[in-house]
């Protein structure tokens, strides 16, 4: 597990996000067996990996939703393994499930309003900021949640979670059932948010979408990582990667 980039990722300062040895269960049957990740201030990292190997539960289990976990979560340098999921919300980790969450009976801008500020990370947006980025959503400020395509959904749902002010976010597959040129919005308000600084922690199957928007990746496979590495080094892991994600 090497880093090919030119600045190594370390150069960064501390990991914003460090998790060591994370088990996880449901119940009796365990899903995660020691997950080791970084993400460091500002990145985007991508976790790949086949159906099943755990990616969901890795996710869940950094926001608290799955309660029942050992290791090591360190925050912003900071143990959140013991915290309640509003209150890993509070110390600035946002999380953007697969389901998207969007309220149906209400219109996009309720929506976008319903999330309290929550973080003190200095990152939170306004209506009007998450507009200017957003424009779509604007035009569409008054359509109900049931009108929404599944494109404007996706966007809804990461646009909502800028109201609180969280400094990192994850997602779980923001580009599933979409078409291409949807696929493309959502990575181009990828790269805004980046710019804004945010940090961003994704699981993704589509293998293009990933290499076009990541710094850097983890592989899983049955519960723990088997690969890390930087996005300069992803041509000569093609192969490898063919192999682990049968694609
Ligand atoms: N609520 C649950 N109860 C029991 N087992 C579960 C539950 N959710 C997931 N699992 C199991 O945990 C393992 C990891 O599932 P997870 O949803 O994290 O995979 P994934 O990598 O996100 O897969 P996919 O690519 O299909 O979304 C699987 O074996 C799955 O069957
Ligand atoms: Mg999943």
Redesign the pocket.
Known sequence: MTDGSATPREARGPAQLRVRGLEAW?GE?Q?LYGVDLDVYPGETVTLL?R???????TLRSLMGILRKRSGEIDFDQRSILRLAPHRVAHAGMGFVPEERGIFASLTVEENLLLPPKVANSGMEMSLDEIYTLFPNLLERRHSPGTKLSGGEQQMLAIARILRTGVSMILLDEPTEGLAPVIVNRIGEMLTALKAHGLSILL?E?NFRFAARNADHFYVMDHGVMIDSFAVAELPAKREALNTALGV
């Open positions: 449901y049957s899903a990996g159906n099943g190997v755990g990616k969901t539960t699981v199957q």
